[in-house]
């Protein structure tokens, strides 16, 4: 049983407030993402849970009990760095065995241990050499391994990949993610990839400036994003909006023109707004259509397996992802028809989401 | 939900980085005590007795100096002194060429030695080897060589084609002139070795990214090379300028100060005043003084290399 | 404006090859990418063209111009460099002025174009600021315009997105390909990032160590690879490249995949007549993740079970497995598939033939 727990947390560095009132229940056997941007305190966190930071205020919780204050030593937490810090003397075997030598486990228990770690990992055959004769990937598992063979409480790692190509960052996270499976323990993952993240994750929480501003599935988190943040960040392409005013049930935007009905939002008082729909949710015709917007295409990205759009209705670009390999000519006059199902919309004050989904607008 | 900062009895309060700092602090304590031994402790030595009339002829251990205090008599008979500013001045002098011509004859080498040539290595060699010598030993080599009939006189005959029979060593101003090229000769390779260092220390991308936008060989020299250098060439001209007023070795096995007192450095001074005539409280108050002095120039050094530092800490805090 | 002509171009380092007996021809005003994994020789080839390395062997012109022997001063190039080489020590100003600087351009008109390009690069409120300021999206931006103020009719850009974080880089994608088409310039740029060179080039030359593989448009490179390198390096997640034989059955052709399966394509499936051209019977069957076919296990075609899912946002990667095989499907999350379940895999779009031996495309 390891459930990770963080209440009321908070960490200043001088003048510079690093995470602010910070309250997260990671329950057990959940592979959790912290995603951000930098510097906006996912590292930190990793570093409050496993006590090589105190927090100025809250209490940290692991397995039930309170270890707000105790030392690294005593929590039973494995983490992974981000830049490795494997022993560059030490061959990849020694690497793994090392944690467990540290806490004088029996001989035969670590020749087990580390066996059945390098299997997992692909890594048996690499054991006898030194991390400066492995290449990038096979160091990283390397360094996952050693965080493995302990049987800690629940497992930190703070963006282990990201230094990969990306080739290797595919693969990496798939093999993660079925290790997770098979260990059956807490993983707390910090990364600023979002494709990873949401490939990974069970559950993730979004941070800006030091707070967490959502938590949720991938799912969740994709589909209804709780304020404009959220929306812009998680997605690439990042969804594309529009400044509007929202008014009694309609919204309006001038540039480009645009008129929509807002069923979802009830209650919600007159206020300056913004539209916003993801780059797979629109559809670029030549033809006319019901609820177009004309505009004309400013750049074409082929990437194969589908192509993004970008097109431009007055001032503004409007990206769209296509499926397949559409052909159109730069300059060419089009018509974009948003999805209007999933279009969402936040205040534009505050950004928080207050509606999803849209109707023509009669009349 | 509480939000108490409750300890638990014998936790640490320090974080790890804190713990580490008060380790780190504990364990240069011996390192610590024994700086202070080295230096406070006859630095208050010197202060002490340069403020008595204490001599080594009194009878009487050092500290005994209390009963011939005299506070600052020492200080004002320094001030009026006219051997002591004189020598003060003729090193400042000496120190005050011999530098300048150092660092750029240094720096032209440095500049040769930074792209390969054939014979580098050999070349190497041969530039460093008059530091290696011992500064007496250079000292009595160049004697020999501003003999009157010596070979530095042959060697002016032979390139102007005129007998030259220079007096040198003999001569007020061109002892001066002996004792200086006696100096540059021995240490313009520090100077070339510390300039090289700082030279090749400029990233190379940023060389390569000046010439594809045109700059020539000058301008790269002048606005990517030398800028990044700053730091090393303020430290490279204090470390020698401290040094060179230091002058001793070199100056006293040439001419002792001679003739007269023409070529007498305050190094020189001191050596005469404490071992020809004893005054030893005195010589405490000498040596003091220029301490303060040193101190002062180096300070001034530090000062510049210290903005400079400052100027880029704040740069990457203030955003 | 400039043509660039590479012809037979071999670069020694040693015993090492690093480019061989390389011909490119960049028209003017094209955009080239030179792509492929690390120690592939496109960073030296790109240095051969702005003269920071002499080639070996083989020339390079510019236009009809020979310049394989002129120094790096005086080509009139653009440089980006991977870590940009900002002059950290001046100002943004100073930087942008550099070029104009030391060619004697008179200050008036020296103010004038760096507050243009310093418009266009979007750097004016920083322009005063000491270059360590910088964050490193916006040196990024330096960069090009330190570069691109000296109009060089020519433009080489070594990796420049690699250091900017996942969000930003899509951003910068589609700002160079803008920046490419309104300076008009030529311009040639390396990556290992197959995403990148896909999104930004009019042409691509895949090269792996030192060798041209295959030189041709995005979709090109994409639909046609002509051997099975850039078949595998081009999209992502890469094409599935199956081993199996050809086999002949009853006047029918038959593609063989051992104990998982067999594929028969039908008359007029183009794959028939390809099959026929193949110089022997061991093949690598090549189709890519999009173009996967999935259908509830049927008992005929090839069989694999499903054992990952992830889920990207709108769409879902599907691991599969079989003997001796793997296979990734990408499709909308409307394929219901769980961890387990067994389908039959097929081909929906383009499928690919290679040697299994020469590895070159099978026509």
């Known amino acids: 049983m390891a459930q990770l727990e963080l209440h009321g947390v908070s960490k200043r560095y001088g003048n510079i407030v690093a995470v602010e009132d910070i309250d997260i229940t990671v329950p057990d056997n959940e592979f959790f993402c912290i995603f951000g941007p930098p510097a906006c305190g996912k590292t930190t966190l990793l570093r409050l849970w496993l006590g090589l930071e105190m927090p100025d205020s809250g209490e940290i919780i692991i397995n039930g009990q309170a270890m707000t204050h105790q030392p690294p030593a005593a929590r039973n937490l494995s983490m992974v760095f981000q830049n490795l810090a494997l022993f560059p003397h030490m061959t990849a075997g020694q690497n793994l065995r090392f944690p467990l030598v540290e806490r004088k486990v029996p001989e035969t228990e670590i020749a087990r241990r580390v066996a059945q770690v390098a299997e997992t990992l692909h890594i048996t055959g690499l054991l006898n050499k030194v991390p400066a004769h492995l290449s990038g990937g096979e160091r990283q598992r390397v360094a ?41 323990h807490t993983l707390i993952y910090v990364t600023h990839d979002q494709e990873e993240a949401m490939s990974v994750a069970d559950r993730m929480c979004i941070m800006d400036g030091g707070r967490v501003v959502q938590v949720g599935t991938p799912d969740e988190v994709y589909n209804f994003p709780e304020t404009v943040y959220v929306a812009e960040f998680v ?60 505009a004309n295409v400013y750049e074409l990205e082929p990437l194969g397996a589908y192509a993004i759009v970008d097109v431009q209705a007055g001032e503004r670009v409007i990206r769209a992802q296509i499926p397949g390999q559409p052909q159109f000519e730069l300059g060419e006059p089009v018509h974009v028809t948003p999805n209007l199902d999933r279009c969402h919309f936040f205040e534009s004050a505050g950004g928080r989401r207050f509606g999803t989904g849209a109707v023509a607008a009669g009349g | ?122 070349f190497y060699s041969v530039l460093l080897m008059p530091m290696m010598v011992v500064p007496a030993v250079a000292g009595y080599m160049f004697y020999i060589l501003f003999q009157s009939n010596g070979p530095i006189n042959q060697l002016l005959s ?149 903005n400079a530092q400052k100027k880029k800490r704040l740069a990457d805090v203030v955003d | 404006m400039s043509s660039i002509e590479l012809t037979n171009l071999t670069k020694r380092f040693g015993d090492l090859v690093a480019v061989k007996d390389l011909d490119l021809s960049i028209k003017d005003r094209e955009f080239v990418a030179l792509l492929g994994p690390s120690g592939c020789g496109k960073t030296t080839t790109m240095n051969m063209i702005a003269g920071i390395e002499a080639p070996s062997g083989g020339s390079v012109c510019f236009d009809t111009r020979d310049i394989t022997h002129t120094s790096m001063g005086k080509r009139g190039v653009g440089f980006v460099f991977q870590n940009y080489a900002i002059f950290i020590h001046m100002s943004v100003y100073k930087n942008l002025a550099f070029g104009l ?72 994608r589609t700002e160079l390909k803008h920046l490419q088409h309104e300076l008009q310039q030529t311009m040639v ?58 086999v ?86 409307q394929i219901p598939a769980r961890i387990g379940d067994i389908m039959r895999v097929g081909s929906g779009g383009l499928s690919h033939l290679f040697d299994a031996d020469t590895g070159r495309r099978v026509e």
């Open chain 3, 248 to 333: 002949g059955e009853n006047g029918a052709t038959k593609l063989d995949f051992g104990e998982a399966g067999s594929l028969t394509p039908g008359n007029d499936d183009p794959l028939t007549q390809i099959c026929q051209r193949a110089q022997q019977d061991r093949v690598v069957f090549g189709f890519r993740p999009e173009d996967v076919k999935l259908e509830p296990d049927g008992g005929g075609g090839l069989s694999m079970k499903v054992t990952f899912v992830e889920r990207i946002g709108p769409r879902s990667i599907i691991h599969l497995e079989g003997p001796g095989h793997e296979v990734k499907a990408v499709g909308d999350n």
């Open chain 3, 101 to 172: 600087e030391v060619a004697g351009t008179p200050r008036a008109e020296i103010d004038r174009q760096v507050a243009d390009m310093a418009k266009l690069m979007r750097l004016t409120r920083q322009i005063n600021w000491p270059a360590e300021r910088l964050s490193v999206n916006e040196l990024q931006r330096l960069a090009i315009g330190r570069s691109a103020i000296i109009k060089p009719n020519i433009f080489l850009l070594d990796e420049p997105l690699s250091n900017l974080d996942a969000a930003f880089r899509a951003e910068m």
């Open chain 1, 144 to 184: 996952i391994g050693r965080s493995l063979v302990r049987d800690p409480a629940a497992y930190l790692m703070d963006e282990p990949i990201s230094a990969l190509d990306a080739r290797l960052r595919e693969e990496m996270r798939v093999e993660l993610s079925r290790l997770q499976r098979e260990l059956k």
């Open chain 3, 189 to 246: 740029y390396v990556t290992h990032d197959q995403l990148e060179a896909m999104s930004m080039a009019d042409r691509i030359a895949v090269m792996d160590l030192g060798v041209l593989q295959q030189y041709g448009s995005p979709l090109d490179v994409y639909n046609r690879p002509t051997n099975r390198f850039v078949a595998n390096f081009i999209g992502a997640p890469s094409m599935n490249l199956l081993d199996c034989r050809i």
């Open chain 1, 235 to 294: 997605g690439s392409p990042p969804i594309n909006l529009i400044d509007g005013r929202y008014e009694k049930g309609r919204f309006t935007a001038t540039d480009p023109a645009l008129t929509v009905g807002v069923p979802d939002a009830k209650n919600q008082p007159d206020c300056d707004a913004v539209i916003g729909f993801r780059p797979e949710d629109i559809q670029v015709n030549r033809e006319v259509g019901p609820g177009a917007i004309s």
């Open chain 2, 1 to 122: 939900m509480t939000t108490s900062t409750t300890t638990v009895t014998g936790a640490p309060e320090l974080s790890l980085a804190q713990q580490g700092v008060k380790l780190g602090r504990w364990m240069t304590l011996p390192t610590q005590l024994l700086l202070v031994f080295i230096f406070a402790f006859p630095g208050a030595m010197i202060i002490y007795v340069s403020m008595s009339w204490w001599g080594p002829l009194d009878g009487v251990p050092w500290y005994y100096a209390y009963e011939s205090l005299n506070w600052f008599d020492n200080y004002a008979e320094l001030l009026e002194d006219e051997r002591f500013w004189g020598s003060m001045w003729r090193t400042f002098i000496i120190m005050i060429v011999v530098v300048p011509v150092e660092f750029f004859l240094g720096l032209g080498l440095a500049i040769l030695f930074v792209d390969n040539f054939a014979l580098k290595r050999v």
């Open chain 2, 158 to 306: 032979l390139i102007t084609g005129y007998e030259i029979d220079l007096v040198w060593l003999s001569d007020p101003d061109n002892a001066f002139i002996a004792i200086m090229v006696a100096d540059i000769w021995q240490w313009t390779p520090l100077m070339f070795l510390i300039l090289l260092a700082g030279l090749l220390g400029v990233p190379e991308d940023q060389l390569k990214a000046a010439t594809l936008l045109g700059a020539n060989w000058a301008q790269k020299f002048w606005r990517i090379a030398l800028p990044k250098m700053r730091i090393v060439m303020v430290i490279a001209l204090v470390i020698r300028a401290v040094e060179a007023f230091k002058l001793f070795d070199v100056m006293y096995v040439m001419t002792k100060g001679g003739p007269g007192v023409a070529t007498e450095t305050i190094s020189v001074y001191i050596y005469k005043v404490t071992f020809l005539e004893l005054e030893w409280s005195y010589v405490s108050a000498i040596g003091f003084a220029v301490l303060m002095f040193l101190t002062a120039l180096g300070g001034i050094g530090i000062a510049i290399l210290a």
